[in-house]
Structures are given as structure tokens and as C-alpha cells.
């Protein structure tokens, strides 16, 4: 009479090792490919005139700051950070304007 797989338990105890760094380059190839895609979108951004970035809310300053991160940061959060805080700003100033 034969019970379950014996080959499954002496493999078993390689396949959590094996697994997890399966998983690591997986992450590590999905971090690298989002990396690009931004990197991309911030050369795509570079293409446009300085009127069209400030309609956007976005200097060239901010682009050549974006693309300064090192490449496992993601350059876009600056712009996004930077066109908040602009924003933000205007509303302040325009706030205060509306109270004088």
C-alpha cells in the first residue's frame, strides 16, 4: 500500500528558498520595468514646450530635478510633489487676496 507523494517531501524543503527568490526577481523585474515606463514619460514631458509644461503646472526646472533621482526612485513623484505644492500655494495666495 502506497500513502502520498514521497518526492514532494524531499523537495520541500528547497522550495521556500527557491520560491521566495523567485518572488525577489519578480518584484526586482517589476520595479525595473515601472522605472523605465517613468523615465519614459519624463522624456515624453521633456518633448513639450515650456508653455504647454506651465499649462501643466510643471517647469523644466522640475523635469531636470525629476530625472536627477536616482533610477530606483521614481523621478515623477518630484513632479507631482512640485505641482502640489504650487497649487496649493495659489490657493493660499488667492484666499488671502479674497479676505483683504
Same mark, same amino acid.
Request: net charge positive; charged share 25%; glycine share 6%.
Given at each position: 500500500?502506497?500513502?502520498?507523494?514521497?518526492?514532494?517531501?524531499?523537495?520541500?524543503?528547497?522550495?521556500?528558498?527557491?520560491?521566495?527568490? +523567485?518572488?525577489?526577481?519578480? /518584484?526586482? !523585474?517589476?520595479?525595473?520595468?515601472?522605472?523605465?515606463?517613468?523615465? &519614459?514619460?519624463? !522624456?515624453?514631458?521633456?518633448?513639450?514646450?515650456?508653455?504647454?509644461?506651465?499649462?501643466? /503646472?510643471?517647469? &523644466?526646472?522640475?523635469?531636470?530635478?525629476?530625472?536627477?533621482?536616482?533610477?530606483?526612485?521614481? /523621478?515623477?513623484?518630484? +513632479?507631482? +510633489?512640485?505641482?502640489?505644492?504650487?497649487? !496649493?500655494?495659489?490657493?493660499?495666495?488667492?484666499?488671502?487676496? /479674497?479676505?483683504?
Amino acid at each position: 500500500m502506497f500513502y502520498g507523494e514521497t518526492r514532494a517531501t524531499l523537495v520541500a524543503p528547497l522550495s521556500t528558498p527557491v520560491a521566495r527568490m +523567485l518572488m525577489q526577481v519578480a /518584484g526586482f !523585474a517589476v520595479k525595473a520595468a515601472r522605472a523605465i515606463e517613468n523615465r &519614459r514619460a519624463l !522624456a515624453q514631458l521633456g518633448q513639450l514646450d515650456d508653455h504647454m509644461l506651465r499649462d501643466i /503646472g510643471v517647469t &523644466r526646472a522640475d523635469l531636470n530635478d525629476a530625472a536627477s533621482e536616482p533610477m530606483w526612485r521614481d /523621478g515623477t513623484q518630484v +513632479l507631482i +510633489l512640485r505641482t502640489t505644492e504650487r497649487r !496649493a500655494a495659489a490657493r493660499m495666495k488667492a484666499r488671502e487676496q /479674497g479676505l483683504r
